[in-house]
């Protein structure tokens, strides 16, 4: 998700809570202020204009860039949120920035530009995205091909193979964060794959154990049926005997 709004800072870590709970409205910044009390924010580089981090969101790791530029604040997130005008992950960096962000190194200074004539055809194409879509951090035609054949190859592999294939060096921006994601996605299958064999063989244990009761059940059920006809047998004998002795009693008598 990626956004654009104006801004009247100068530095990122100017933006401080009262300014973001004003733009995104209360239940983005709380839920944003969260993430960033339980520290699952991690920079990756960032100095007083820009900043690149990661976010342990509730289904998985959100790379986040952001950028102030000319008066202009650009929000970039992996996460597949619809929250406006910027969604709660970066909200956790931009609160991370605010107040770990004092010692960071200035950005870089925009060298001045020349006006261009009107007659410029730059001039008369140029939209509010035209600094961000010829930036690093998009995708051109080539990347996107590669980017495809190499998805494609690593979707097959999820949850299989513990090294998805060989990703091409001249992958970058999105297109990288994106193959990070997969990978992380893929870890997690495996995972969930590994809790699932574990879960079969201790059910496979399970039922053998079970299986073996019902055997030594059946086999204790048996000799109590066995030892049942032999007492049925000695009853008989008993009174027999007892038959017996009585009639010496009365002809003794």
């Not at 530009?113 to 007659?119: F, G, H, I, L, T």
């Not at 870890?187 to 154990?209: F, T």
Request: charged share 25%.
């Amino acid at each position: 998700m990626r956004n654009r709004i104006s801004c009247s800072a100068q530095e990122l870590n100017q933006l401080d809570a009262d300014m973001l709970q004003s733009v995104v409205g209360g239940t983005v910044f709380e839920e944003g202020h969260q993430y960033f009390s339980a520290q699952r924010v991690r920079i990756l580089d960032a100095d007083r204009t820009q900043i690149t981090a990661e976010v342990n969101g509730v289904y998985g790791v959100y790379t986040q860039i952001i950028k102030l530029r000319a008066g202009t604040l650009s929000t970039r997130c992996s996460c597949p949120s619809t929250e406006q005008p910027f969604c709660r992950h970066c909200v956790a960096v931009l609160l991370h920035q605010f107040h770990n962000g004092s010692s960071l190194k200035p950005g870089p200074k925009e060298a001045p530009k020349d006006p261009a004539p009107p007659s410029d055809p730059q001039v008369r194409t140029a939209g509010p995205y035209a600094e961000e879509s010829a930036g690093a951090g998009d995708l051109n035609f080539w990347e996107a091909i590669l980017f495809i054949d190499w998805i494609q190859k690593a979707v097959g592999l999820l949850g299989k193979e513990a090294t998805l294939p060989p990703v091409p060096g001249s992958l970058g921006g999105v297109a990288r964060e994106w193959v990070g994601v997969v990978e992380r996605l893929n870890s997690q299958c495996l995972e969930g794959e590994k809790d699932r064999i574990d879960a079969l063989r201790s059910l496979q244990s399970a039922e053998g154990m079970i299986d073996n009761l019902t055997k030594e059940l059946e086999s204790l059920k048996m000799e109590s049926e066995v030892a049942q006809q032999k007492c049925k047998v000695l009853e008989k004998k008993v009174k027999q005997l007892h038959d017996s002795l009585a009639e010496a009693s009365q002809t003794s008598n």
